[in-house]
């Protein structure tokens, strides 16, 4: 007697969980979204910030009811897994976040680490969502590899129109000795030669390894340099340029895209070092409708100004979640990448401060370019496609 | 020929701070046999200290470097009281072990509390040196010439501290034979303590002179450990002049061969010189009053 009321118990209680379930269940699917990077050592800060757009994005779909795909809302969740910025660990993760969660998108924001899992992506049947501007990442034939921002190819000429124009023609070279800092050399070197300059020094800093930049920096302006080339993670940038000022440098400065004017005007306490530089447009200086949406939503949410990495992070996952409406799947990586191009047209501009207006066969986004120039102390856009100042 | 001071005083600067770095680890390889890894943490926690110091309560730059000090050295004593002293009858390993793990926590508590971003102490006396530029045509920014000023006295107050008092002399003894030393009555547990405290608080001492050029960030210490280790394995491990030799020798290489040579061929120079230096005296520069 007493065994059946117990069994009884136990079917309704079983009954009801198997209910709710459901229930919740039918509710609310749910979509995993991968990423892997920085999240501790050197690098942790670029990491964070990369992370924070897709968080942001996430928790924007999920709060208006998620995203429909298939015909049923989605919920989309964010599993972010430290590499400690390191290709081998980037691709261990990526494993697991394919195997665990079964994550169609894994996002990585170092080129080491996208072109790690660029050897076993397509078996595995998932989409890589590159932060990485470096050009090698399309060229390589991957057919599951989306790179958000643009090939940094495009930043070359304006960089040097401007400079070259206002300071003469003697570069020093000072950038860094990381994989992508040299891909920015390799392409820099030439272009400056063939633009009828010379390239007096060349002496890349070691940012993982150097304590102290003096005397690399003392190299370079042994060589009397009119413009400088530096870059790498902002602010061991700003040191580097901040002992270049203090070592009686006066020309101009080409900043390649990792470094961003605003945190380096953050460490060196102004733009008064920074006069006569020319880099990407800061985020939150860029004038255009959505990008200041965007700028304000996030001050909002996370109570600091966004970068660029946060602003192009933002919008790939807008622009995924929408692909996978469009294409009515959340597992065919190869049709999600398909539809991208119409997602990020579909897109108003407030989820797209990123300007992408396509994603080209191979995978690369194309974005009208924002530069900067600073000039009397001020941020100064930059037309990319004339190298003029818009003032 | 000032392009060539500029090198020496460049390599002066890093040299202070890597010796500064490496006498802490020295003296306590001297009580732990074993290198400290988590002293790298003990860096990277001066510099907090200071910078909390600075912002949150205000203080100058002096005030802080003291309190970075004295808070760090705390850090040191508590790692030895609650971890190092336990493991004492243990097998080496243990300790290593042990280090590792405290390394990783603090830099995690660094993390947490400051987040991952990049932090600064702003020079206290910004600017350069202008009677070296006029009279020399060197550039020696004010921080550089506090930096190497500030070892020089710490050095000198600590080589004062080993052998003029009775306490140094205790940390000597224990240092050169831990159970000789028990048997002559000297306290093992106040030694081990004081020893950390000091390694604490020239760790901290070397941070906040150092980052005011540099920048502050939970890894920070990592770069600057591994510089020590090197230099402590070059001065002969557990020795005091060799900690100083060593480090200044690590920052002349660095900074010549930046300049001289490329900053990508720095650091084979500096580790060749190292294995070529080993090579012919296997037991370091000074093999010190550790064996």
């Known amino acids: ?391 | 020929m000032s392009l060539f001071f500029q090198q020496v005083l460049n390599g002066l600067t890093l040299g202070s701070v890597y010796s500064l770095v490496a006498l802490g680890l020295t003296l306590v390889y001297g009580i732990l046999h074993i290198p400290n890894f988590s002293h790298g943490a003990l860096f990277m926690a001066g510099a907090y200290a200071a910078f909390f110091a600075s912002t949150a309560l205000g203080a100058n730059y002096w005030v802080a470097l003291v309190f970075a000090a004295v808070v760090t050295a705390g850090i040191a004593v508590l790692s030895e009281r609650l971890v190092f002293s336990r493991l004492r009858d243990k097998p080496p390993l243990h300790d290593m072990i042990a280090a590792i793990g405290l390394l990783l926590l603090i830099e995690a508590i660094a993390q947490a509390i400051w987040g991952a971003d990049f932090h600064r102490l702003r020079e206290p006396y910004p600017g350069i040196w202008q009677w070296l530029r006029i009279n020399a045509g060197l550039v020696m920014p004010i921080q550089r010439g506090i930096i190497i000023a500030g070892a020089v006295v710490l050095m000198i107050a600590l080589h004062l501290f080993l052998t003029r008092t009775t306490t140094g002399a205790t940390i000597i003894a224990m240092a050169q034979n831990r159970e000789g030393a028990s048997l002559v009555g000297i306290d093992l547990t106040r030694v081990s303590m004081i020893t950390f405290a000091i390694s604490g608080a020239l760790a901290a001492v070397a941070a906040v002179l150092f980052v005011p050029i540099s920048l502050i960030f939970p890894a920070m210490g990592n770069l600057v450990i591994l510089k020590a280790f090197v230099i402590i394995i070059l001065g002969g491990m557990g020795s005091v002049p060799g900690a100083i030799l060593g480090g200044m020798v690590i920052g002349l290489v660095e900074s010549f061969g930046a300049f001289y040579v490329s900053t990508d061929m720095k650091d084979v120079i500096a580790f060749a010189a190292l294995v070529l230096i080993l090579s012919l005296r296997p037991e370091g520069l000074f093999p010190g009053y550790a064996r």
């Open chain 1, 1 to 391: 007697m007493i065994g059946t009321r117990r069994n009884i118990l136990a079917g309704t209680a079983a009954a009801a969980l198997v209910a709710t379930t459901r229930g919740a269940f039918a509710q609310q699917e749910t979509v995993t979204i991968g990423w892997t990077g920085p999240l501790s050592g050197g690098a942790a800060l670029y990491g964070k910030n990369t992370l924070t757009g897709l968080e942001m994005s996430a928790k924007e779909i999920n709060d208006s009811g998620g995203v429909q795909i298939g015909g049923k809302p989605h919920k989309i969740a964010v599993v972010g897994l430290d590499d400690k910025y390191s290709p081998s660990e980037a691709a261990v993760n990526a494993k697991r976040l394919r195997a665990q969660y079964k994550a169609p998108v894994v996002f990585c924001p170092h080129s080491g680490g996208n072109f790690a899992m660029q050897a076993f992506n397509e078996q595995d049947g998932f989409l890589i969502g590159a932060y990485t501007s470096v050009p090698q990442m399309t060229e390589r034939g991957n057919k599951l590899t989306f790179r958000i921002p643009p090939s940094f190819a495009g930043y070359i000429d304006p960089f040097i129109k401007t400079t070259m124009g206002s300071f003469g023609k003697k570069l020093g070279m000072a950038g860094a000795d990381h994989d992508y800092a040299k891909a920015w050399a390799a392409l820099m070197k030439p272009a400056w030669t063939k633009a009828g300059g010379t390239v007096v020094a060349e002496n890349a800093m070691s940012y993982n390894k150097d304590t102290d930049f003096y005397s690399g920096v003392s190299r370079v302006m042994a060589g009397n340099p009119d413009v400088l080339f530096v870059g790498g993670a902002s602010e061991p940038t700003a040191l580097v340029i901040k002992q270049a000022r203090e070592l009686g440098f006066q020309g101009g400065f080409m900043i390649m895209d990792q470094a961003k004017l605003d945190e380096i005007a953050h460490v060196l306490g102004g733009y008064q070092q920074l006069e006569g530089a020319m880099g990407v447009l800061p985020t939150v200086f860029d004038p255009r409708p959505g990008t200041q949406e965007f700028v304000g939503r996030f001050r909002k949410a996370y109570n600091r100004d966004p970068g660029s990495e946060a602003a192009y992070n933002y919008a790939a996952l807008n622009a995924v979640s929408e692909a996978m409406k469009l294409a009515g799947t959340t597992s065919d990586a190869a049709k999600i990448l398909a539809k991208l191009t119409e997602a990020f047209k579909s897109l108003p501009p407030g989820r797209n401060p990123a300007h992408i207006t396509e994603v080209d066969e191979r995978g690369g986004s194309n974005v009208r370019l924002s530069l900067a120039y600073v000039k009397g102390g001020k941020i100064v856009p930059v037309d990319a496609a004339t190298g003029n100042l818009m003032n």
